[in-house]
């Protein structure tokens, strides 16, 4: 039996401005340059590295991140990282697909709840870097994606 799949709403970002948000984390540039197009997993590590450092309250301001793919096919072709907010159970591909069902504009708009969130990660974040950079809320794209329920958490970076 395969492990359920859920509809998780939340934040993307694509890889360059990620590159760019983990430098700033940590506070080291000894990544891969953030000029290079090609993405690599030490990146995903860096901030999950840097988000289990935190202390718990601080752990659950910070979300996990998720890779998302431009191409199914080739699982190298990591384009944007995820950031799931919330999921609903999974139905049908229309929610994911279709403006008309009635779970479309759930999960594919941010609620206030969803804005709130974004908005104090990202003041966390200025705040723990000293004030010396801000990231904008524009960076970041609402979205939705079809993967597993959170008790199958071993596809999430923590």
């Given at each position: 039996m395969s492990?359920?799949?859920?509809v998780w709403?939340?934040?993307?970002l694509d890889?360059?401005?990620?590159?760019?948000?983990?430098?700033?984390?940590?506070?080291?540039?000894?990544?891969?340059?953030?000029?290079?197009?090609?993405?690599?997993?030490?990146?995903?590590?860096?901030?999950?590295?840097?988000?289990?450092?935190?202390?718990?309250?601080?752990?659950?301001?910070?979300?996990?991140?998720?890779?998302?793919?431009?191409?199914?096919?080739?699982?190298?072709?990591?384009?944007?990282?995820?950031?799931?907010?919330?999921?609903?159970?999974?139905?049908?591909?229309?929610?994911?697909?279709?403006?008309?069902?009635?779970?479309?504009?759930?999960?594919?708009?941010?609620?206030?709840?969803?804005?709130?969130?974004?908005?104090?990660?990202?003041?966390?974040?200025?705040?723990?870097?000293?004030?010396?950079?801000?990231?904008?809320?524009?960076?970041?794209?609402?979205?939705?994606?079809?993967?597993?329920?959170?008790?199958?958490?071993?596809?999430?970076?923590?």
């Amino acid at each position: 039996m395969s492990p359920p799949e859920v509809v998780w709403s939340g934040y993307r970002l694509d890889t360059r401005s990620f590159k760019k948000f983990v430098m700033v984390l940590t506070g080291r540039g000894d990544g891969p340059s953030p000029d290079n197009d090609q993405f690599s997993v030490k990146w995903a590590s860096q901030y999950t590295a840097w988000r289990f450092k935190l202390p718990p309250r601080d752990r659950v301001i910070t979300p996990k991140i998720r890779f998302l793919y431009l191409n199914p096919d080739s699982p190298d072709d990591i384009t944007h990282l995820f950031f799931p907010i919330r999921w609903l159970p999974y139905k049908s591909p229309r929610q994911l697909d279709d403006p008309t069902h009635p779970d479309y504009a759930t999960t594919h708009g941010p609620n206030e709840k969803d804005k709130a969130k974004l908005d104090r990660w990202l003041t966390y974040i200025h705040e723990s870097n000293g004030g010396k950079y801000r990231f904008n809320a524009d960076m970041f794209e609402f979205t939705a994606i079809m993967d597993l329920h959170p008790a199958y958490e071993w596809r999430i970076i923590e």
